[in-house]
């Protein structure tokens, strides 16, 4: 098989850059090479591998615009700055501020927590417990695992202090039905809103908790 040259590496990864992602056979197609010698370029390249999609997928090191959790989705196809699923859920779990839920993590990782989350009932590096019929999963590391506790018992208490009242719901579902979709900003400022003096707080745990929360513009 002939030696790649420079040129056709230099097109072969500006091509790469604009389909942004692509398979192992692509590669070996777009440089005229075997499926080991693919390989060995993609290790030299430092390219990230789809933690989702039995990870066929790869992109360029400079390719991904990682969000705040480090992960990047293009068409349904997932990345992580941190590797594969399991090194990705190790360190989120390791650096949320109170342990994270299946729905939670799902939510992150742009999955459903069914397709998953079965793989990794103990693993070392997390840990999980049910609160609330809920399980949720800690760090295993004693000291972070202790603060995960601590700050979820006290946002439990201060969601407990926060919560509306049947009443203070049906404003809320009322304002919101009446004015399409309302931000809590200007739901903040409505007379029967503020007659009640229903807590900020209150109204996003609310909104949040029944998936209705519209982002705001602060």
Request: aromatic share 10%; glycine share 4%.
């Amino acid at each position: 098989m002939p030696r790649i040259t420079q040129e056709t590496i230099k097109a072969t990864q500006i091509l790469l850059e604009k389909t942004k992602v692509f398979t192992i056979n692509e590669l070996a197609s777009f440089l005229s090479c075997s499926i080991p010698t693919a390989r060995l370029k993609l290790k030299l390249w430092q390219s990230y591998t789809s933690y989702n999609q039995n990870g066929r997928y790869y992109a360029l090191y400079n390719v991904p615009k990682f969000d705040k959790n480090d992960i990047w989705c293009l068409n349904k196809i997932c990345f992580s700055k941190h590797g594969n699923l399991k090194k990705t859920i190790i360190y989120l779990v390791n650096n949320s501020i109170e342990g994270l839920s299946g729905k939670q993590l799902g939510s992150i990782l742009k999955l459903e927590p069914q397709s998953f989350l079965h793989h990794f009932k103990s693993i070392p590096g997390i840990q999980r417990e049910k609160h609330e019929g809920i399980y949720i999963y800690f760090s295993d590391k004693p000291k972070i695992y202790k603060l995960q506790r601590e700050n979820r018992y006290k946002n439990k208490i201060s969601y407990a202090q926060h919560k509306l009242s049947n009443h203070d719901a049906i404003i809320i579902l009322t304002s919101i039905i009446r004015h399409n979709g309302i931000e809590v900003n200007k739901i903040m400022e409505l007379p029967e809103v503020r007659k009640s003096n229903i807590s900020r707080y209150a109204i996003e745990n609310f909104l949040e908790a029944h998936n209705i929360l519209k982002k705001t513009s602060d």
